[in-house]
């Protein structure tokens, strides 16, 4: 696989093509970033975000990871003290998950937001910025029903982050895209190149390939989940045979064997018993997604395989977040 397909597998979109095909021809030295409101124990959206990370990385890039404190404070999540601890758990995850942790840097939003030269540029780019364009870059990421002052604010930090953490691509799933869309029209501005992204897709919700699979609601799978707990999800995730004729609906099942399964594992066995034709083996995505639709696959066989994927990648997440509480 040549880099730029390595760093774009996978994506839903990059903005532009041409931007990250210029950081892939040369990644040395680059820099890479993705920023988490910090969230106790990482579910699969992260865990998401996390393989791209990883991909780029095997690319060459350097990674950091913001830490935002601050945002997840602008964002209701908490008083500073809890989600200060809560990510120091976030961090010990992501380096159990696999990123590499020498050339992965974890920054805490904290740790540079307050600085005078940081608050005097935000204030600039709030005199950029009408209220209903911040309001709209947040639709997919606010907390509560009414929009807050401290939530005009928060786009407009995630856009003066690319600048102040020195990095040349920022990273995120496709519901911060209108954040990043923002960052390129403000930060020019104020005197700042218009940043490159890339956003990774979201996964529909897990019982019914509806919309996306949330943490707030419906049933999501994350690092503190049980060996039985994932295969009690999967068991009962929507994995219809064939895609759906209408196109609206996606399934989760495949969803997760393409974005969380292959990308991590060389080759996909799915154990049956001989009188049902004995195990499947799969080097790519497609090959099992064209099974499923034929019918050579069954669903209940191919959950069974991705219920035992997904707990041999979580596992040692698991097993930090117990270590850290006792
Ligand atoms: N909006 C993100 C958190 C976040 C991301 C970046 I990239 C930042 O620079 C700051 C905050 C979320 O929804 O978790």
Not at 9 to 16: D, G
Not at 75 to 92: L, Y
């Amino acid at each position: 696989m040549d880099t730029y397909e390595l760093v774009t597998r996978n994506a839903a979109e990059v903005v532009t093509e041409e931007e990250v095909r210029a950081l892939a021809d040369d990644p040395e030295g680059k820099r890479v970033y993705v920023g988490y409101e910090p969230s106790g124990v990482l579910h699969i959206g992260h865990l998401l975000g996390a393989n791209k990370l990883i991909d780029l990385q095997e690319a060459g890039f350097d990674v950091v990871v913001l830490l935002a404190d601050v945002h997840a404070y602008l964002n209701d999540k908490g008083s500073f003290d809890e989600i200060e601890e809560i990510a120091e758990r976030m961090r010990e995850q992501f380096l159990a998950y696999g990123l590499d942790e020498e050339s992965t840097e974890f920054v805490y939003g904290s740790s540079f937001q307050f600085d005078e030269d940081y608050v005097l540029d935000l204030h600039a780019l709030e005199l950029e910025t009408t209220l209903s364009r911040a309001e709209r870059a947040m639709s997919e990421i606010k907390s509560g029903d009414s929009v807050k002052v401290s939530q005009a604010v928060y786009p407009l930090m995630q856009a003066l982050d690319i600048e102040y953490l020195d990095v040349d691509l920022a990273v995120g799933g496709m519901e911060q895209r209108k954040v990043h869309m923002l960052a390129r029209d403000v930060l020019p501005n104020v005197g700042y190149d218009a940043p490159t992204s890339l956003h990774t897709p979201l996964i529909a919700d897990l019982e019914s390939g509806e919309g996306k699979m949330s943490s707030s609601s419906g049933v999501n799978i994350s690092m503190e989940d049980s060996t039985e707990d994932i295969a009690e999800k999967v068991n009962s995730a929507f994995c219809p045979p064939t895609r759906d004729p209408e196109g609206d609906l996606e399934n989760p099942v495949l969803q997760i064997f393409e974005y969380h399964v292959f990308p991590r594992f060389d080759e996909v066995v799915v154990q049956r018993p001989d009188e049902y034709g004995g195990d499947l083996t799969y080097g790519e995505y497609e090959a099992l997604a064209a099974d499923l639709e034929s019918g050579e696959l069954h669903p209940a066989d191919a959950k069974g395989a991705l219920a035992d994927y997904l707990d041999e990648l979580i596992a040692p997440g698991r097993e930090r977040l117990r270590e850290l509480r006792s």
